[in-house]
């Protein structure tokens, strides 16, 4: 037997495309069942002894506090111990190792990487690699450049999945993307993952330079998936489920070219509330800069900051996934016997 | 009944004035208490399961070695597992999100911020922040500017009412305060502290340039607090309980006005211990310099060492009240079956 | 009863002469044994419950993310919470403090200071100092300089131990050392070390400018260990039970005089394992350049990968060690009722 065949369903964690519609009900379950066991201290300690054995690494040659601090918190929520390595210059590259041994080196004290790089590819490459040892350890990809993002994505899922529990779930609902929608990776994975749900129907807001690519209309065409595209957000507001904001990626502008955009126009402020049906919601992946004002933040549509949390919270059912101890947190017998 | 309603008696914990006697006492028998109860491996094993379900954030963007780890082993000896932001660089912040929504994003995290910044009312700032959201946390000022440090004051407290303890308590006794008392925040704070005291007297001990503010002064005179001033430590010397010595706090000058001070009359040599009475106690917060020779160190008078340790129990102790498991300390029964 | 009286078989961890058989057969056959206490979940458990209540500082002011990996895993294998200074610059040395006092400081948190600096001797002074407080702590050194890195010889006899186990162990074995013998600190170490076993010979394979010191030389000689000097690689390999390739330490270069050493003589390629008897290991302390090719990675002989990891569990036997633990991990009884 491969080392393939004895893996459960879910080992190295490195696109978005992996995860078919069972597998994200499953995860989004988890999650909702991880939150409440760990309301109670009882329950708290009983996830932390689930993985007590286990350590991981968080190699982040890309910074990126959020994401950082987040899957850290998973983490330990599941006793998992960490180690990090932020800051690609203190590694031992400088005595001229090579990328992939300095990784196979962190790897062997520890039982799952957690990495976030520049370099697109970087995590497959990396998957690829340890597998071909004799001690692979899962791969969790936190971001590979502009290419793949994939527990943002699950975490956006979760989001809506968790606000539409009551009525009916995701399937059927209306989603507003808005913004530099050329450029977001998140949302381009969202919209991968759509193709999972019945009667989604997608709305893009963008200014005309930042439509969203080609390939995802093919895509959502070749899925069977109704898409238009609009420059006007209150227009199409009042016909919305969830509306998702984004920023404008300028940080990958090559000679300033995000200036001539006017942005505001992609702008959700206080005065949009009146017009969003009650049951909305209204979701970014953060940080937010002008895009979304303040004043919308005590509206109870506002999600934004319990998508933050839930990001920690899937990342928890990703691990647990990874470790096979689903059952442990699911099963009945096991909840009445330990929590 | 509004959150605040609902809290213990330290929730934030802002600035010394917050503190009344009743708390003082409070935390300083804790403290004592932690430090017997984590002795012994079973005490230890029991205090680190009180809180092994809390998560902390330290966020430091200010760099400080000694405090940062003072309350990381602090948090540790609670069972609170720890995350950090130490290099303000690694934040998102660069992708233009505000402060606010920075620290908001932490905390969501978390169970308890403990925060040093360069900027005086910044952990006001973000408390108040925070109380306004869904998931308010504490916030614990490690160090604002040249504002507060009330974490400091509250170690030197313990300190002396550890070391008097079988003479009274710190009611009653004569502190000078020596050295720079124009910039030093721990002997203003510490000052400050004193209202809650009964009998005690200060003596300021400083070069002409650098005497203690006129504010304190005028706080001691409105609390009937007896002080003098002078430039004779060795004169003083003689009838004091406590000296509370201080380095010159010379990263404030702006054109190196420090250097034209001799500092030498306000540094505490092996010699001065021959005057000093028997009970008496030598006190420094660190880092030191020349103002007080290491030939001191291993007079049983010297308690700066004990007094930077001090500062990780009383930690430990703030943390338990912020938490509300004191009684699970302190409290007989839960001694006899679990310690 | 001095505290030096009181303390078990290892206490401070300065220098690799420091080890006579008797305590290495020990500290390898305690690692054999938590290799295995460690692989199922309760046994990892176990050892984390023996020094939950011990408490780490890595203060490592000389970068080297491998060897700090590998004690900070270490660490938390034997549960002991890890606190780490890696760049000086946080240090309160900036307000003029000397090192001492800064060592101390962190020491008053903490149950044992592990520590890598680029100053040779600065681990021996600092245990020094340490034993003249009134609370001293175990100093572990991690790397001082080109002076010693003892637990790095530590793991290299328990890579030769554990490979050669069933082959009677290290005694009477031909060990060849490949490179810069000159500079290589690991293989001047090792050499050292070689007094405690029986009947091993010694080869050192390496460019005329970069031959094994006559200091080392006059120490086998002085011992009776033979050793013999060549620089034909293949022509020597049949006769090896171990060959150990170190790199070009070419940082300690004056003005790029490495460049001119032909090293490509001093690699292990694939075409040398034809000529490598069945039963020799190769080993390397990586990280590796050009000397040792990835081709030979998977041939069951490369022993590197594994002693890599070897060395974190030597570090738990170490830190077992220093904390008089190892009959709770080696005692049948202690065994059978825990694990």
């Known amino acids: 037997m491969s080392k393939t065949e004895s893996r459960g369903p879910l080992y190295h964690v490195l696109r978005a495309q992996q995860f078919d519609r069972a597998l994200l ?79 196979r080196t ?56 968790r606000s539409f529990k009551d009525r009916g779930g995701i399937d059927g609902k209306t989603i507003a993307m808005v913004g530099d929608l050329a450029r977001g990776r998140t949302v381009r994975s969202l919209s991968y993952l759509m193709k999972n749900y019945r009667g989604v129907r997608l709305i893009f807001v963008a200014p005309p330079s930042r439509r969203m690519g080609d390939d995802i209309k093919g895509f959502l065409d070749k899925m069977g998936i109704p898409w238009k595209e609009t420059e006007d957000l209150a227009g199409i507001l009042p016909e919305v489920d969830a509306v998702y904001m984004t920023r404008l990626q300028d940080e990958y502008d090559e000679a300033g070219e995000s200036k001539k955009i006017d942005y505001d126009k992609f702008a959700f402020r206080p005065e949009h509330l009146e017009i969003l049906p009650e049951t909305a919601i209204v979701m970014h992946p953060l940080p937010r800069r002008n895009e979304l004002h303040p004043g919308v933040d005590k509206d109870p ?39």
């Open 301 to 339: 549509r506002a999600k934004y900051w319990r998508q933050e949390r839930n990001g920690m919270w899937m990342r928890v059912a990703i691990l647990a996934a990874i470790f096979g101890i689903e059952k442990d947190i699911l099963d009945p017998y096991g909840r009445s016997s330990h929590v």
């Open 25 to 103: 009900d499953r995860l989004c379950d988890l999650t909702t069942r991880i939150r409440k066991v760990a309301k109670v201290k009882e329950g708290a300690d009983y996830l932390q002894s689930l993985l007590s054995n286990k350590r991981a690494i968080l190699y982040f040659t890309q910074p990126s506090t959020r994401t950082f601090l987040s899957f850290q918190n998973a983490c330990h929520i599941l006793g998992i111990r960490t180690s990090e390595i932020r800051d690609p210059s203190t590694s031992s590259e400088y005595k001229g190792e090579s990328p992939e041994d300095a990784i």
């Open 106 to 161: 962190f790897s062997s004290y520890v039982d799952v990487i957690i990495m976030r790089s520049p370099i697109a590819g970087f995590a497959d490459r990396t998957a690829a690699m340890l597998d071909e040892t004799d001690r692979p350890v899962p791969v969790i990809n936190a971001g590979s450049g502009k290419d793949q993002h994939p527990t943002q994505a699950l975490l956006d899922i979760y989001t809506l999945y």
